[in-house]
């Protein structure tokens, strides 16, 4: 017991010194045909179980086997006819300073758009209708989304040199009944707030609810709730999304008084202690005031921001109750939602050369077609 103790302890000395595209829910009207194809890629683990003993080799003493066959595989081609290529990486993005910045965005908070029916007899229907509206907008617009955060990520000498923030990630929330989509919260890394607005400013969706529709005309994002981020850095808190269960986020903001009594500070042991117990964190860290520097005393901790994986809602909930931050009091408000993890980072796929057969290169075509540059030495690159 004195051994994980002290790594408790050595991980909250460390953290006190640094101080999915569409998702799976049914649309309610009937969808437009698309015009472009597209590709699912299908990944799978394997491992080699297998328990096979020296004894029992299929090779004598005087045959080994040989390290390569005359027979090719299919499909193979020799890598010494593949011509080298001198591939220079980009350079780190400019943006990764640390400023992490969350946007939490409610469909039916910031959307001034009216879905009410014209027919008054229609009244108990217009709040279905409201959300269900909004459902449909947002999953028309979600492609515009995910590649205004790609662009926004690919920063390079030839395509998007003035970006001045990367997202991060972004995850679509999901209705209770898992039937509709209602926001989406977003992680900005930026040097400023200024920077990270003026990225909001350009993402499709929030445009649309703020009822901006000139592509080009300016948009207030005032109204978006902006925080910082201070995620834990430990490898206990980052499990894989949906391992063990489905994605799930915990929104939860203190109490006013929370911080002159002290809870937080109370439980921030035991409730560390609770989450890395678990072994369902994917990611954890308390929200603080956004300000424009991070060490400015008034950027104090007023929420928790939490994403872990559970198999239902109700298990979901019971573990966020039985957090002993939510026993103590800490929280005013707990909100759950489980979530779609948009693919925001764009992750370039490049040919296979050892088997040019496979179809492998679907991500340039992609690129090519929302008219990104790509047959300069750069754009294949990443930039994390």
Known sequence: MGGISSYFVAILSIISATNAFLPLCTSHV????????????????????????????????????????????RGEVDLAEVPVTEEIPVPMSRNNVGNRFVAVVYDRIHSTKDYTSEDESDGDNDQA???????????????????????QNLYNDTFNTESMADILWSHQLLSSDLQRTIGHVMCVDASTMEDCREALSRDPIIRSLLGTNDKNGECDVSSIPL??????????LRRDDGRD????????????????????????????????????????????????????????????????????????????????????????????????????????????????????????????????????????????
């Open 30 to 73: 009937k969808s437009k045909t698309s015009s472009t194809t597209t590709t699912t890629h299908q990944m799978s683990f394997m491992a080699d179980s297998s328990d096979y003993k020296q004894s029992n080799s299929d090779f004598g003493d005087g045959d080994k086997g040989s390290a390569t066959s005359e027979a090719p595989l």
């Open 129 to 151: 209708d409201m959300l269900w509206g909004m459902h449909n907008d947002r999953i028309e617009l979600t492609e515009e989304h995910v590649m205004w955060a790609r662009k």
């Open 227 to 236: 925080y910082r981020w201070r995620q834990i850095r430990d490898h206990t």
């Open 245 to 384: 269960g489905r994605p799930n986020m915990l929104l939860a903001f203190d109490r006013k008084e929370a911080m002159s009594d002290g809870v937080r500070e109370e439980v921030t042991n035991d409730h560390l202690e609770y989450l890395i117990r678990s072994e369902r964190i994917i990611a954890a860290g308390p929200l603080h005031v956004a300000t424009a520097k991070k060490t400015d005393p008034k950027s104090i901790p007023i929420g928790t921001l939490l994403f872990f994986n559970s198999p239902d809602r109700d298990e979901a909930i019971d573990f966020v109750q039985n957090d002993p931050a939510a026993l103590a009091g800490l929280y005013e408000t707990m909100s759950v939602h489980r979530f779609n993890n948009l693919d925001v980072t764009g992750k370039f796929v490049s040919e296979n050369l050892y088997f040019p057969k496979q179809n492998t290169y679907q991500m340039k075509e992609a690129m090519e077609y929302w008219g990104y540059p790509v047959e300069d030495q750069q754009t294949k690159w990443l930039n994390w």
